[in-house]
């Protein structure tokens, strides 16, 4: 049975994270020992997919050089694109399987490590049922591996418990794209953003969380064009605004419909757009009516006057892109949000041509890639639907089985732990994901991971979560496998191998492969290759609207990157969607969706009188697995800190650098102030990175969107009191 370790701190002494500074050999003179070659690839944290060239020697990473050539970021890099190569040599790196025993962790052998997983994963089915078993995948493995994970769960180990950390990043702007144009992916190529004439960015923190995103706005604003920027936060790219509307956490929706009512009250709509490309107009006209700039002003906080002048310069320019990211989706009401941008962007006509449209911000590595083949609960490849008829006679065509083997949608992230708490799931095999930092109200996540009679995990450090581990498979970084991965505007790129995994580590299409051979199911997992598995992808996915068929290692490196949707081996590629206004739906029409005012989870009241908030900060990375290794990144920002106002600060006697115990309706956590006037006075802000004491999802809550199954992250409410002595020690 996966316990708590009898020494968490034992094991942080062992496996990290401990800092890591120098590559291998250290800063030696290149001139006298030089890279034996250049691997042109990509970064492997967030969604702008950055290209970047891998110098190698003696089958090891020693640093990098820009790959200037490369479109999207022409040789730019954030401070984690600088650092990433570090990883491999790092001495916290997995080199072998490992077994629990009574003193924390031993090494051992594959074929026994296999075997006990699969045995494990045997019993438990045997005893409760197939679906006693869940599978967690992750948005950073490559397109490949991802794929492999869908297929691994269905027909590997036969359940359909199958999720992915990518649920806690983009789910909910998926599902509001797929209700209005019937697909899931941002609309434009990121060189569509400097050749807008107004640029409406909602819930992102671009300068911390999409750095490269940055040059794009600039040209935006080089050529004249305005920067309107919704947040509870001045962050770094709002100083730069034209238009700064600081809302209150968990009102976009309001600010949102306030915008739309303004827009259809002064006859700014595109109606000739509307009557030819669009359904539902009628219906969302009469949603907003009751939204007028005063109303929502209230709500809000942001003066009537500043809605109004928004609406206005979004409505009447020619060309308008509305960008946004998690501040918008981590919400109970994600979806509402995303489909009231989209109503925006509909509206005003602002859709399938150059310099207009609407985007999510992709968060995760692979964050759209991850979603697009098989490892969404309710998803099969191609970005079919698993309740589809249609779709899963193809899939199971292609893999070989009868429709009816295929099991039907079963629980997201977040369910999958309320599962196990209820003791309906009694295993877990999970890869690419750390949620006991990760997934809201820790503390429940940590009482879930007790309850597991089996936990395998597949990862190249130790997570906090493998602390809770009974076999941990050392699998192996992204540039150990060839791959494919789709970046934040839809183009698809390929990782190319670097490197041999070292000493006893192996490749993750290699280990699932294995595992797969253990139950039983190896015929359906022949793969010796990524290449392998891309073959099938594409046949997978053909016919389907995230259509691979047309996309080759080969063909990709030539043009550097494909955007999907690519149906054939001759066809250029997709870069943007919608043109001339026509969507993925049947009837080509893009359809106004109503979105309906509802209240945050965890309301603020006389008890909990402040809005609490979580992010990034640039120089971390998720549930920093890796970040927190990299010695130049901690430096940086190396603990999280309380943002708060001067104003907020004085009402409880708090100065900079003092501790300040934050406490909600789950548990209370002590960190030191960092006093800025870039936040609401009404509002905390705390980055998410850190475990334990540190972490701030001990504080948020659970509650989901009911469509997109999202946490809402974004918005919690808590109590603030100066820390005494003690507490500032814990």
């Known amino acids: 049975m996966a316990k708590a370790p009898t020494s968490a701190e034992e094991l942080r002494k062992q496996f990290g994270p401990h800092l890591h500074y120098t590559p291998p050999g250290g800063w030696s003179d290149e001139s006298r020992n030089p890279a034996e070659k250049l691997v042109k690839t990509h970064c492997c944290f967030c969604g702008q997919?950055?290209?970047?060239?891998?110098?190698?020697?003696?089958?090891?990473?020693?640093?990098?050089?820009?790959?200037e050539e490369f479109p999207f970021n022409k040789g730019k890099l954030c401070p984690k694109g600088v650092k990433r190569y570090l990883q491999g040599s790092h001495p916290d790196r997995l080199l072998d399987p490992l077994m629990r025993d009574p003193n924390g962790f031993r090494k051992a052998s594959w074929d026994e490590a296999l075997n006990f997983a699969a045995k494990r994963i045997r019993e438990i089915q045997g005893k409760y049922g197939k679906d006693a078993v869940a599978v967690y995948g992750g948005a950073s493995l490559t397109t490949e591996k991802s794929y492999l994970v869908g297929k691994f769960a269905r027909l590997g180990v036969g359940t359909r418990h199958v999720d992915y950390n990518g649920r806690l990043c983009m789910v909910s702007a998926g599902v509001a794209y797929k209700l209005a144009f019937g697909v899931d992916r941002s609309p434009i190529p990121w060189s569509d953003i400097p050749?807008?004439?107004?640029?409406?960015?909602?819930?992102?923190?671009?300068?911390?969380?999409?750095?490269?995103?940055t040059d794009y706005v600039w040209r935006c604003r080089d050529r004249g064009g305005k920067l309107i920027i919704a947040d509870p936060r001045l962050n770094p790219i709002a100083r730069n605004a034209d238009l700064f509307l600081p809302l209150r956490p968990g009102t976009d929706l309001a600010l949102l419909m306030g915008m739309l009512h303004v827009i259809l009250r002064d006859g700014l709509e595109n109606r000739a757009f509307i009557a030819e490309h669009t359904t539902g107009f009628e219906a969302v006209q009469e949603s907003v009516e009751a939204w007028d700039p005063k109303t929502a002003a209230e709500m809000t906080g942001v003066p009537p006057g500043a809605i109004e002048k928004a609406a206005h310069w979004f409505a009447e320019a020619e060309r308008g892109i509305a960008l946004h990211a998690r501040g918008l989706e981590h919400q109970s009401k994600g979806v509402e949000n995303c489909l009231a941008v989209i109503n925006l962007v509909l509206a005003t006509g602002h859709l399938g041509r150059e310099g207009a449209g609407c985007a999510m911000i992709t968060g995760q590595g692979n964050g759209q890639g991850g979603r697009e083949h098989g490892q969404k609960c309710d998803q099969l490849p191609g970005q079919r639907m698993l309740t589809d008829p249609a779709a899963r006679e193809h899939v199971a065509k292609v893999w070989g089985i009868s429709p009816d083997d295929l099991p039907q949608p079963g629980y997201s992230a977040q369910e999958i732990m309320e599962a196990i708490h209820r003791g309906e799931i009694k295993a877990l095999f999970s890869l690419c994901f750390n949620p006991l930092v990760s997934l809201p109200d820790a503390n429940y996540t940590r009482e879930a991971l007790e309850k597991l009679e089996f936990?395998?995990?597949?990862?190249?450090?130790?997570?906090e979560t493998a602390h809770h581990a009974d076999v941990v498979l050392a699998g192996g970084l992204q540039e150990e496998e060839e791959g494919l991965t789709c970046n934040v505007e839809g183009r698809v790129i390929h990782i190319q191998k670097a490197v041999d995994a070292p000493a006893n580590a192996r490749t993750d299409t290699w280990i699932l492969c294995e595992l797969a051979k253990r139950l039983d199911r190896g015929k359906f997992f022949p793969f010796q290759t990524s290449r392998e598995v891309l073959d099938e992808l594409r046949e997978a996915s053909r016919g389907g609207h995230a259509d691979y068929y047309g996309i080759t290692y080969e063909r990709v490196d030539e043009h550097m990157g494909l955007?999907?949707?690519?149906?054939?081996?001759?066809?250029?590629g997709t870069p943007r969607l919608f043109e001339g206004g026509i969507s993925f739906h049947p009837d080509g029409k893009c359809k106004f969706v109503v979105t309906e005012w509802r209240e945050s989870g965890d309301p603020v009241d006389d008890e909990y009188p402040v809005y609490l908030t979580t992010g990034r900060v640039v120089s971390q990375y998720l549930s920093g697995t890796q970040t927190r290794r990299l010695g130049g990144l901690v430096d940086i920002y190396p603990e999280p800190k309380l943002e708060i106002h001067p104003v907020l600060a004085a009402r409880y006697g708090v100065s900079d650098g003092d501790a300040v115990?934050?406490?909600?309706?789950?548990?209370?956590?002590t960190l030191r102030a960092l006093v800025t006037k870039t936040i609401r006075p009404d509002t905390v802000f705390i980055p998410y990175h850190?475990?334990?004491?540190?972490?701030?999802?001990?504080?948020?809550?659970?509650?989901?969107d009911p469509r997109s199954k999202i946490p809402e992250y974004k918005v919690s409410a808590c109590s603030l009191r100066k820390a005494v002595s003690a507490e500032a020690k814990a």
């Open 49 to 67: 997919q950055c290209g970047i060239q891998l110098k190698v020697r003696e089958n090891r990473v020693i640093g990098f050089e820009p790959w």
């Open 195 to 213: 050749k807008a004439d107004v640029l409406f960015i909602i819930g992102s923190n671009i300068g911390d969380c999409s750095p490269i995103t």
């Open 455 to 463: 936990f395998g995990i597949i990862d190249f450090f130790l997570s």
């Open 563 to 572: 955007f999907w949707p690519c149906p054939s081996l001759d066809h250029p």
């Open 661 to 669: 115990t934050i406490t909600t309706r789950r548990s209370e956590m």
């Open 690 to 704: 850190w475990p334990g004491r540190q972490s701030a999802n001990q504080l948020t809550h659970r509650t989901l």
